[in-house]
């Protein structure tokens, strides 16, 4: 499986699970070093509880990899030549989860909007996810149950959405709708396309006082975990419908 912004935050932590159960994890980083070190200090920590612990290192399964890549999911070339390299060294992707995203902007208003800040939201939010998906597409299509996951927000919901963090809000809604439309395109190859909202969680993002990166992984889990036939073009949180 591939994440996006996996050096941190839910990203990071949703890596940990998927690899401590056993999946092999392509933990994307645009900084690759501060990949790199996440991933050592997730292996050394699973090590650490592995010697704190009877069962040891398979009590949770047979661990899987974290590999490391440089990621930037608004560099098309960069995508196109990690795509290569997976295609060549392990043949195909399962799981696309795009969790990527910049600008929580809590400071402004659609009235006096940085356009900047905006474009930058719209660049990695939006069009990152867009680029990401367009890359390993073809490595989806081998696998034998594709899932591609839009780690999206209820900040985007058209249906509750009021005033402010603008770049945010209109960001997350266009990914909303990138999502309803890919899961369309691509429903008769049984690609299944979802959105998940982690909710609000505890991570640079979202500030102190949400809850814990398990529980918000956890919400992005439930639709890398779909079966097959199982639902497309959906928007959750912890498996429950989020409104549009
Ligand atoms: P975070 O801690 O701010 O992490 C964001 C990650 O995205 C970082 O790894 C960052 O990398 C990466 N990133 C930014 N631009 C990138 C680019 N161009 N290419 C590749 N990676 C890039 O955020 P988080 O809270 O974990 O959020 C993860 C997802 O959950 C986001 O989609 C967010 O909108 C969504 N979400 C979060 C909350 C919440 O309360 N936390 C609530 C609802 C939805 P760098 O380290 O290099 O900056």
């Not at 208003?109 to 069009?127: C, F, S």
């Not at 690609?191 to 102190?208: E, F, S, Y």
């Amino acid at each position: 499986m591939v994440v996006t912004g996996a050096n941190r935050g839910l990203g990071l932590e949703l890596a940990r699970q998927c690899a401590a159960d056993g999946d092999t994890v392509l933990l994307g980083s645009r900084d690759l070093a501060a990949g790199e070190r996440a991933a050592a200090e997730l292996t050394t920590a699973a090590l650490t509880t592995a010697e704190l612990t009877a069962e040891g290192l398979t009590a949770a399964g047979s661990p899987g990899r974290l590999l490391p890549v440089r990621l930037d999911v608004t560099d098309a070339d960069g995508l196109r030549a990690v795509a290569t390299t997976v295609r060549d060294q392990l043949g195909r992707v399962d799981v696309l989860v795009n969790n990527a995203a910049v600008h929580y902007d809590t400071w402004q208003n659609a009235a006096n909007a940085d356009l900047g800040v905006v474009r930058e939201a719209l660049e990695t939010n939006v069009v990152g996810a867009w680029l990401t998906t367009q890359a390993f597409l073809p490595l989806l299509r081998r696998s034998r149950h594709p899932r591609i996951v839009m780690v999206s927000s209820e900040g985007g919901s058209l249906a509750s959405m009021g005033g402010g963090i603008p770049a945010y809000h209109v960001s997350k809604a266009a990914l909303n709708a990138l999502t309803r439309t890919l899961a369309g395109d691509l429903e008769r190859e049984g690609i299944l396309v979802n959105a998940v909202c982690p909710g609000w969680t505890a991570t640079d993002m979202g500030g102190p006082g949400g809850r814990p990166v398990s529980q918000g992984a956890a919400s992005i889990r439930y639709a890398m975990d779909l079966p097959d036939g199982g639902p497309t073009g959906t928007f959750t949180r912890d498996g429950r419908p989020v409104p549009w």
